[in-house]
Each structure stands twice: as structure tokens, then as C-alpha cells.
């Protein structure tokens, strides 16, 4: 079971996720969720990516409604994480307490799910820039005071999510970013973890002790010291969607709404 400390439960703070999406059906995100974004579909009034405020609409059923119309008409859900990832990423953020054995580590926060991200978890840079843009064109309206991106690629140090990303942190805007998965070579953080000013989270093995075998490591001196902090990412328990599977995949016996992940997105 994840603990939070009460006295910081994140209260007052927007968390903004960009991955592949939300199981928005779960009830274990009570009040947290506050809207849901997609790149994959515009607003045509504005060109931007669509959103669904759930302050203003938290009316769930037309949601999916929404959703399920566009799956039917564009073979993909605007919202909903056919992946699992996201849904994943976002429980060890903000799931609600009383909900079961996974409870977020910061219950507090507001949380904003921007899908960019396919059913497969791969995406391509245009999307993802899409995404980072309407986070730095939303800061403001939003209260978006920290962008978590559980994940990334081994780029060269002039790739467009850096400056994509400073734009972002000169809103005062705090960048978490997963170290990456590459195995403990020496230098081998991700994108965008390793870009400047990001606090690139690695991973290790909670039950041992020892820095997890796939976890990227430092250094990355061009860049400062990387990665500045280390969290547990073996068997980390996680919501999970009941309606997406794959081989080995762990449940809790009682709950099927969670598994066990291990990586660097659930450090």
C-alpha cells in the first residue's frame, strides 16, 4: 500500500500528465480528475486539441458517450487509456484514498490527462509537441504548477523537446520525467529526462535495495547531474484497466482495477 503524508497531499496543485490516456470509468479518482485532453482530435473553434472539463461536465456517462461516438466513427477513443499506461502513471499520483490498496501519493492535487499516446504506447513527436504545447498555452487557466511525462527516448541534445520543454518551466512550471528504462549503462537517461532543468526520477528495486536492472543512470554532466532522485520501481501497484491484458501481467486477487508494474514511469 501506498502512504501519503497528510500534511502534503498535494492540495492546491494541478498535475498535468501527458500519456496515453485515463480510465475516466474507475471510481478511485473521486474529485481529482479535472479535465481530459486529446491531440488526436481538434476544437474546431480553435484549432486546439479538445478538452473535457469535468468541473463544468463531470457527468461521466455523456463522456463516454463522447468518446464511444468517436471511437465508432475514428477507430480511436479521444480519452479513454486502451493502453493502460496512463491510467498506471496517474494512480500513483492522484488515486483517491478508500478505494482499495492503491492510493495516490498526492490525493490532493488536480489532475489533467492529455492523451498523446496510441493504444500501442508509442506516439510521434509532432503529438507529443502538441501535447507540451497546449500545457505551456494552458498553464495559467489551469493552475498548472507540475507536467509528469513517464516516458522518453535516447535523443540527441538539440532535439525539439528541450526547447518545447524550457518554455514550459519559464512558466514556473515544475518537469518530472521517468530516467528511462535502457539498463544501467552509464549516461543512458532519456528524453526528456535528461533535458535541462527536468528532475529525471530513476528507479530500484524496493524488495532488495538495489538500483533496478533496466533503471537508466547517470551521469549526464553536459546536462547537470542526472537523475536527481530515485523512488521504488519494481512491482509497483498500480490502477489498471480491467479491459486491457497482457502476457504475465500481475493482478490483486481481490481487485482486477489493480496489477503490478515495474519500470521507470512508476518511479
Same mark, same amino acid.
Given at each position: 500500500?501506498?502512504?501519503? &503524508? ?20 474507475? =471510481? ?7 479535465? $481530459? $485532453? ?18 463544468? &461536465?463531470?457527468?461521466? !456517462? @455523456? ?38 490498496? %492503491? ?24 503529438? $507529443? ?8 498555452? &494552458? ?13 522518453? @527516448? +535516447?535523443?540527441?541534445?538539440?532535439? =525539439?523537446?528541450? =526547447? ?8 514556473? $512550471? +515544475? ?19 535528461? @533535458? ?20 537508466? %543512470? ?11 532522485? !530515485?523512488?521504488? @520501481?519494481? &512491482? ?8 486491457? !491484458? ?22
Amino acid at each position: 500500500v501506498m502512504h501519503y &503524508n497528510a500534511l502534503w497531499n498535494g492540495s492546491g496543485v494541478t498535475v498535468a500528465v501527458i500519456d496515453t490516456g485515463i480510465d475516466y470509468l474507475m =471510481p478511485n479518482w473521486g474529485h481529482s480528475l479535472l479535465a $481530459v $485532453v486529446s491531440v488526436f482530435y481538434k476544437n474546431a473553434s480553435n484549432g486546439e486539441p479538445i478538452v473535457w472539463n469535468l468541473e463544468q &461536465n463531470s457527468n461521466i !456517462t @455523456a463522456l463516454y458517450d463522447f468518446d464511444q461516438k468517436l471511437f465508432e466513427e475514428y477507430h480511436h477513443y479521444a480519452f479513454l487509456d486502451t493502453a493502460g499506461h496512463g491510467t498506471a502513471a496517474s494512480s500513483i499520483i492522484a488515486a483517491q484514498p478508500g478505494y482499495g490498496v %492503491v492510493q495516490g501519493l498526492a490525493p490532493g492535487v488536480k489532475l489533467i490527462m492529455i492523451r498523446a499516446f496510441f493504444a500501442n504506447g508509442t506516439s510521434t513527436l509532432p503529438y $507529443v509537441l502538441t501535447a507540451l504545447q497546449w500545457v505551456y498555452n &494552458n498553464t495559467a487557466k489551469y493552475n498548472i504548477k507540475v507536467l509528469s511525462l513517464s516516458w522518453g @527516448a +535516447i535523443e540527441p541534445p538539440n532535439n =525539439p523537446l528541450v =526547447p518545447a520543454i524550457e518554455a514550459i518551466e519559464s512558466k514556473g $512550471v +515544475i518537469v518530472v520525467a521517468a530516467a528511462g528504462n535502457y539498463g544501467n549503462i552509464p549516461g543512458d537517461v532519456a528524453y526528456p529526462a535528461a @533535458a535541462p532543468g527536468v528532475i529525471a526520477v530513476s528507479g530500484f528495486d524496493c524488495y532488495t535495495g538495489q538500483v533496478a536492472w533496466f533503471s537508466s %543512470v547517470g551521469p549526464t554532466y553536459s546536462l547537470g547531474v542526472k537523475p536527481q532522485f !530515485t523512488a521504488c @520501481a519494481v &512491482n509497483v501497484p498500480v490502477l489498471w484497466p480491467p479491459y486491457v !491484458t497482457f502476457s504475465g501481467q500481475v493482478y490483486d486477487p481481490y481487485d482486477h482495477n489493480v496489477s503490478a508494474l515495474s519500470g521507470t514511469s512508476f518511479s
